[in-house]
T-cell receptor, first 119, second 109 residues
Framework: DARVTQTPRHKVTEMGQEVTMRCQPI?????VFWYRQTMMQGLELLAY????????DSGMPKDRFSAEMPDATLATLKIQPSEPRDSAVYFC?????????????????FGPGTRLTVL | DAKTTQPNSMESNEEEPVHLPCNHS???????IHWYRQLPSQGPEYVIH???SNVNNRMASLAIAEDRKSSTLILHRATLRDAAVYYC??????????FGAGTILRVKS
């Protein structure tokens, strides 16, 4: 059955290192979201893409975070350099924007997450 | 973003119905009401959504007040696997999900 996949599932790194997280959206989905979840802040939207174009990345610290979609089957989230405060679970989600006249919208499918620990 | 208010936690007995309330008094005419849930150690999972009419699907029912200022997610027979954090979210077409704190649902056997 179709699922969003994320790699790696767990990552432990040291402060200052580059971290790359990958997401494969469900085939045919044209919108991809990146979220971060911490105990203190809960679930926060970092950025999202539609048809591979960035629509909103206002939730992302621009100086160290970058998000891209090299192709329709891969989304990446990079942190460089990483800091201990970046420790969190990072979720990717995808959905299909079927247009306002079709009614149904925003049924996002979430991946299992990448648990990042920065020491 | 329009805000929602949910109880911090609720408890239910297994096999009994659960009614999870959500207040959204500042909802606009174009906001959809979405419910997601997050099971322990998993990503959020879509449950149901609606605009004005009550909705049913295999997971739950959504009852929307006539004035749309509140809604209730109904799990008809709670099981232990329904223990999760339930999020009520208002979504404008094509816009992002903004998660609040949600309601922690505990199910007792």
């Amino acid at each position: 059955d179709a699922r969003v996949t994320q790699t790696p599932r767990h990552k432990v790194t040291e402060m200052g290192q580059e971290v790359t997280m990958r997401c494969q959206p469900i085939l045919g989905h044209n919108t991809v979201f990146w979220y971060r979840q911490t105990m203190m802040q809960g679930l926060e939207l970092l950025a999202y893409f539609r048809n591979r174009a960035p629509l909103d990345d206002s939730g992302m610290p621009k100086d160290r975070f970058s998000a891209e979609m090299p192709d329709a089957t891969l989304a990446t989230l990079k942190i460089q350099p990483s800091e201990p405060r970046d420790s969190a679970v990072y979720f990717c989600a995808s959905d299909t924007d079927r247009g306002v006249f079709l009614g149904s919208l925003n049924e996002q499918f979430f991946g299992p997450g990448t648990r990042l620990t920065v020491l | 973003d329009a805000k929602t208010t949910q109880p911090n936690s609720m408890e239910s007995n297994e096999e009994e119905p659960v009614h999870l309330p959500c207040n959204h008094s500042t909802i606009s005419g174009t906001d959809y009401i979405h419910w997601y849930r997050q099971l322990p150690s998993q990503g959020p999972e879509y449950v149901i959504h609606g605009l004005t009419s009550n909705v049913n699907n295999r997971m739950a029912s959504l009852a929307i007040a006539e004035d749309r200022k509140s809604s209730t997610l109904i799990l008809h027979r709670a099981t232990l696997r329904d223990a999760a954090v339930y999020y009520c979210i208002l979504v404008e077409y094509g816009n992002k999900l903004v998660f609040g704190a949600g309601t922690i649902l505990r199910v007792k056997s």
